[in-house]
């Protein structure tokens, strides 16, 4: 049973970094592809990067400069980290698995709020 | 970055009534176009991949089509659980870029 679930802090102060943990269980993060996506509330979503199965990553480049995907497969888990926080960075942060048979997003976590503010 | 200008925004529809949604993109994405449905505090759902193939589960009164850079998602004789926010997602090139989003509500 695919599955993937975020995990991180709800708050965060701005100009700070964001850490987020994507845990996935049912698949493997040397078979699959996982993304991260955030909606702020009432909008559409933004695809922010993908760390490829090969371990090779890419990334939006709105974001690049502030945007770092890393992994560590023995512990199934996708890392997220983004710096310099300001308010616009609040909303709810996805992990999304990358299939290539039924192409992007296959599998989505239950997203995690974020929310930056003092 | 390619533009997907999804049409119209948001509709109020009746049960039993035909309905489409539309996304144009501003460079060619060939088919590579999913359509996800997303419920008030849910993650996004896959309903159509690769612009016309119906994923798993999902009814057949939904449909996928293409039009030059016209794609679009037609739902048949609409039932209350097809509620929610309809988005469209290309992924033909980097940064992956959705649609605005479409909220459907009953009338």
């Known amino acids: 049973q695919v599955q993937l679930k975020e995990s991180g802090p709800g708050l965060v102060q701005p100009s700070e970094t964001l850490s987020l943990t994507c845990t996935v269980s049912?698949?493997?993060?040397?078979?699959?592809?996982v993304s991260w996506v955030r909606q702020p509330s009432g909008k559409g979503p933004e695809w922010m990067g993908r760390?490829?199965?090969?371990?090779?990553?890419a990334y939006n480049s709105a974001l690049k400069s502030r945007l770092s995907i890393s992994r560590d497969t023995s512990k199934n888990q996708v890392f997220l980290k983004m710096n310099s926080l300001q308010t616009d960075d609040t909303g709810t942060y996805y992990c999304?698995?990358?299939?290539?048979?039924?192409?992007?997003?296959?599998?989505w976590g239950q997203g995690v709020m974020v929310t930056v503010s003092s | 970055d390619i533009q997907m200008t999804q049409s119209p925004s948001s509709i109020s529809v009746s049960l039993g009534d035909r309905f489409t949604i539309t996304c144009r993109a501003s460079?060619?994405?060939?088919?590579?176009l999913s359509w996800y449905q997303q419920k008030p505090e849910k993650s996004p759902k896959l309903m159509i991949y690769?612009?016309?193939n119906l994923e798993d589960g999902v009814p057949s009164r939904f449909s996928g089509s293409r039009s030059g850079s016209d794609y679009s998602l037609t739902i048949n004789s609409l039932e209350s659980e097809d509620t929610g926010i309809y988005f469209c997602?290309?992924?033909?090139?980097?940064?992956?870029?959705f649609g605005g989003g479409t909220k459907l509500e009953l009338k």
């Open positions: 999304t698995r990358v299939s290539v048979r039924k192409p992007p997003f296959d599998y």
């Open positions: 049912g698949f493997s993060l040397t078979s699959y592809s």
């Open positions: 760390m490829w199965y090969d371990g090779d990553t």
């Open positions: 460079q060619d994405i060939g088919n590579y």
């Open positions: 690769r612009a016309t």
């Open positions: 997602l290309q992924h033909k090139q980097y940064p992956w870029t």
